[in-house]
């Protein structure tokens, strides 16, 4: 059973940086395509960052040059470096498991808990 579990979220003022964290069990971690998405009230989920098996990433162009996305295949964890924080960051964040095609992530049904940014102005 696939498990994902995210932490590192919080409250930050605008401007600053955060990290989140997803460790994943359950399956073979370095097989698989990670994505962070994220969703805030009365919106949509959207994807935010997505990496590949081999390490490709993808960023939605709201967070180009702000966002990194990383992952340790040692440890089972994909990571979100935020930085330079606004509060339109502001949402649930949430890591998905999926696959990678054609610069394209096709996020499964496999979904964390999800993790709170609050973005202050």
């Known amino acids: 059973q696939v498990q994902l579990v995210e932490s590192g979220g919080g409250l930050v003022q605008a401007g600053g940086s955060l990290r989140l964290s997803c460790a994943a069990s359950?399956?073979?971690?370095?097989?698989?395509?990670m994505g962070w998405y994220r969703q805030a009230p009365g919106k949509q989920r959207e994807l935010v960052a997505a990496?590949?098996?081999?390490?490709?990433?993808n960023y939605a162009d709201s967070v180009k040059g702000r966002f990194t996305i990383s992952r340790d295949n040692a440890k089972s964890t994909v990571y979100l470096q935020m930085a330079s924080l606004k509060p339109e960051d502001t949402a649930v964040y949430y890591c998905?498991?999926?696959?990678?095609?054609?610069?394209?992530?096709?996020?499964?049904?496999?979904w964390g808990q999800g993790t709170q940014v609050t973005v202050s102005s």
């Open positions: 359950g399956s073979i971690f370095s097989s698989y395509a």
């Open positions: 990496i590949s098996s081999g390490g490709s990433t």
């Open positions: 998905n498991r999926g696959t990678y095609g054609r610069f394209t992530y096709y996020p499964s049904n496999y």
